[in-house]
């Protein structure tokens, strides 16, 4: 059973649809991320589901609850923002009892001086000052509970904040490119803390970034949202070996897809220089324009005229374990990438002639209006033709 769903969720701001129909579930525990170009909407559905801000229409649920009319307070959404949001002028300490006092304090009890004098405060606060104390172990930030957030690292800023959201047990965790304040290196590192926290935790998480490889190395399930339509949602390797949209295989992968408009033919076989593809017989009638993507690790170099495709290098990007080659096609000018080892790429120069060939098997066709087309045995289709 799902213990999360949005179901249809409908945004505009001033008549412009942003979010048009966004649907999606999360299983027990599981850790979604959200990922999209910059002004997808991402933030805009989490602030929703948070309660920050309304749909115009849709569900959202946990568990068998409807959230939609309840307020931010009331939902039990936990929520970490890009710039954490600490309070400047309270301890780290202080800051992750917050959501605590709040919950468990009556106003008159957090009044400064009266509060102590009320009965039950005392030891609601001595709970409190427990609870805080054993996230803090968790998240290995104990030593820094007396410092205020101007004297704290962005690192240790950001586990303050996921301490502060996590410490009162949220039954939905929400974040929103929490990691990009943070250097390179950082990030990469807290990338890891952030899903043995989740794993430790087991609540459902939504996490938000534009940022592809951070989708792809977190989470259980990428949900990919392209202009307000969440296209795909499905394990990181399913969404980068079988994309169900051209757009989902522009934004994935790093280095870009190598994506190349051709034409079907009357019987359905697209033509690409020597490479010929069979689209499926069921799309076999039109002679419409489809696209031929191709990631760059199924490309190969060849030497000039044993490829299936004549090109030019035009330069060389060395990254240590692999090198990209961008190289020109001859025939339509468009660069292709091909990402090779080191040893392939040795001897190449700027604007050498070289052929490149595609692996026939990793090719994928998409349809004019973006949608994936299955393919045909396409490489029985391109050995005969290669001989004939
Ligand atoms: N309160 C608002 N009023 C008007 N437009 C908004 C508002 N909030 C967001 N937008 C617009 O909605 C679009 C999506 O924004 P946002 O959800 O912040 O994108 P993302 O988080 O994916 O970068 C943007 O074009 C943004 O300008
Ligand atoms: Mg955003």
Redesign the pocket.
């Known amino acids: 059973m799902s213990v999360f769903s949005l179901r249809d969720i409908n945004k505009s ?2 008549g412009n649809a ?1 979010l048009k129909g966004v649907s999606l579930e999360a299983e027990a525990g599981e850790f979604i991320a959200l990922v ?1 170009p ?7 559905l989490l602030r929703i589901v948070a309660g920050l801000d309304h749909a115009d229409s849709g569900e959202i649920r946990i568990g068998d609850r409807e959230m939609s009319k309840l307020t931010a307070a009331d939902r039990n959404i936990a929520m970490v923002f890009q710039s954490y949001a600490l309070y400047p002028h309270l301890t780290a300490g202080q800051n992750i009892a917050v959501p605590l006092a709040m919950r468990k304090l009556t106003g008159m009890q957090r009044l400064p001086l009266i509060g102590t004098l009320l009965p039950g405060q005392r030891q609601i606060c001595a709970d409190i000052q427990r609870q805080v104390h054993a996230m803090a172990v968790s998240l290995k930030i104990d030593h820094l509970l007396d410092r205020k957030p101007g004297q704290m690292s962005g690192g240790q800023r950001q586990r303050v904040a996921l301490a502060r959201a996590m410490v009162r047990n949220p039954s939905v965790f929400l974040m929103d490119e929490p990691l990009s304040n943070l250097d390179a290196n950082l990030r990469v590192h807290a990338r890891g803390e952030i899903v043995d926290l989740h794993r430790r935790a087991g609540v459902p998480t939504l996490y ?1 970034t ?1 940022d592809q490889s951070e989708a792809l190395s977190m989470a259980d399930r990428v949900a990919v949202m392209i202009s307000g339509n969440l296209l795909q949602l499905a394990p990181p390797q399913v969404i980068y070996d079988d994309p169900s949209h051209i757009e989902v295989a522009r934004f994935i992968g790093q280095p870009r897809i190598n994506l190349l408009l051709g034409k079907k033919d009357l019987h359905g076989i697209v033509q690409f220089g020597a490479l010929r593809l069979a689209s499926s017989s069921s799309d076999a009638q039109g002679d419409g324009s489809v696209t031929l993507g191709v990631r760059p690790e199924f490309v190969r170099l060849r030497v000039e005229g044993q490829g299936a495709l004549a090109a030019r290098v035009e330069r060389l990007e060395f990254l240590g374990s692999e090198v990209i080659v961008f190289a020109k096609l001859a025939a339509i000018g468009e660069t292709m990438l091909a990402k090779v080892a080191p040893g392939d790429a040795r001897g190449l120069v700027a604007g050498q002639p070289i052929g490149l060939d595609m692996d026939p098997a990793h090719v994928m066709l998409f349809a004019e209006d973006g949608g994936r087309l299955p393919a045909a045995p396409v490489s029985a289709v391109l050995r005969e033709t290669a001989h004939g």
């Open positions: 701001f001033a942003i999209g910059s002004g997808c909407g991402k933030s805009t938000v534009h």
